[in-house]
């Protein structure tokens, strides 16, 4: 074998050996999270979300339900609402989603809304004017407690990721989120999805660690 093919050979051991020890990648588009008062000022008062698919993290779904976001310069239409409620009413979009409608909305984590801007949620005639909760997510990994032992990571911690897809990427700046509720998969977002080439069944390893904040 010449030198060239045994480095191609090389490479691709390396490349499975990454991809059977790695983390799951998942892209998330925009979705909704919405609380009680919400839901029952859209959908009827008790309404109850229908389920349309599980999702990687036991216990949330898709619902059948989909909701508009209108901003001042445009909307987004059939944004998918995410069960089940929450105590916080929260949109999640793309800096993409973002510019296109005309609004400003920061990269926070999950949960943290205090402070962000508001939207209008629409479903048909109704609506709701939310004063805070229009999120950029920032990118992160569930970990079980289990495989957070294993890779030598906490909770709160920010390292960089090598997502192995079909332009390799290294995304900097991603929170380690650990529960013994989560299953172990990282969340980009569709601009961070196309940047890097990601498809289904593309998988990605921590490269380097930081302080956890």
Known sequence: MNPEDLNCLIEEVVKRVENQNGIEVEASGRHIHLDRATIDALFGKGYELRVAKYLSQPG????KERVTLVGSKGVLHNVIVLGPERSQSQAEI???DALAIGVKAPVRES???AGTPGILVMNGGKS????EGLIVAKRHIHMTVEDAAKANVK???IVQVKVNAGRPLIFDDVVIRVS?????????DYDEANACG????????????SSAL
């Open 60 to 63: 949330q779904f898709a619902s």
């Open 94 to 96: 793309s800096a993409t």
């Open 111 to 113: 949960g943290d809304i």
């Open 128 to 131: 709701v004017q939310l004063s």
């Open 155 to 157: 909770q709160g911690e």
């Open 180 to 188: 013994p509720n989560f299953a172990t998969v990282m969340h980009i």
């Open 198 to 209: 990601w498809s289904k069944g593309t998988r990605a390893q921590i490269m380097k660690k």
